[in-house]
């Protein structure tokens, strides 16, 4: 299975709250989070019917386990790293076709920095992370997998925000061990002109060529 580095960031703004624990003060950040059904900045549409499936697994094996952490600002890679983790989101609710939420500024250099921002009156937002496909119309396809929720910039004039973090890397699901591991589409290219090198059969090199541009198509 292969599948993209996909990253979305929601247009809404969030809310700012404090609440207290314990006779100690918490940071949340709180509002909608997902948008589905409608065409964001990249260009791509994520339907609420596929996305019901990603976002139930997530609330399921990430946030009800207390495991839904997030970074500031995206990183190269699909799943969210505890040494760099900023947020932890601690609840996701449908609300019409937005997903809401709500998570807890952690209290270490990272979200310290986050508080810092809120604090200036920074225009903070969040981007959603995860694995999947899109076909030519940026329609996503079933099967997305959302990994993370991470707090980044929320710039107001830029076309694009982010479009893939690195669009030379696909990842790759190895069936025997369940690990996801980076492939660069330049080195599957030398693979694929390796395969053909010293044959004279046309058609299998147009067949391997074929093959590379194929794992391209996934916006």
């Known amino acids: 299975m292969t599948m993209q580095l996909m990253v979305e960031r929601c247009e809404s703004r969030l809310e700012t709250l404090t ?3 314990n006779g100690r003060g918490f940071t949340y950040i ?3 989070m997902i948008m589905t059904n409608a065409t964001n900045r ?3 549409v994520y339907p609420k019917s596929i996305m019901e499936e990603s976002v139930d697994r997530y609330i399921t094996d990430y946030v009800k386990e207390r495991r839904a952490i997030g970074e ?3 990183p190269d890679y ?3 790293d505890p040494a760099r983790a900023a947020l932890m989101v601690e609840s996701l609710y449908w609300e019409g076709d937005n997903v809401m939420g709500k998570a807890l500024i952690l209290n270490n250099p990272d979200g310290e920095r986050i508080k810092s921002l809120l604090e200036a009156g920074f225009n903070l937002g969040v981007s959603t992370r995860g694995l999947g496909k899109a076909d030519a119309n940026g329609i ?3 099967g997305f997998m959302l990994n993370a929720i991470d707090a980044v910039d929320r710039p107001s004039g830029q076309v694009c925000y982010v479009n893939q973090v690195s669009e030379s890397v696909q990842w790759e699901l190895n069936e025997s061990t369940g690990q996801w ?3 660069k589409l330049d080195e599957t290219f030398d693979k694929l002109a390796a395969e053909s090198k010293g044959k004279v059969n046309e058609a ?3 067949s391997n060529l074929e093959r590379f541009f194929s794992s391209l198509r996934t916006k």
């Open 19 to 21: 609440e207290q624990k």
């Open 30 to 32: 709180e509002g909608p």
């Open 42 to 44: 990249n260009q791509r």
């Open 72 to 74: 500031l600002n995206h």
């Open 78 to 80: 699909p799943f969210a």
């Open 140 to 142: 996503v396809a079933r």
């Open 181 to 183: 591991y980076a492939v």
């Open 204 to 206: 299998q090199f147009l």
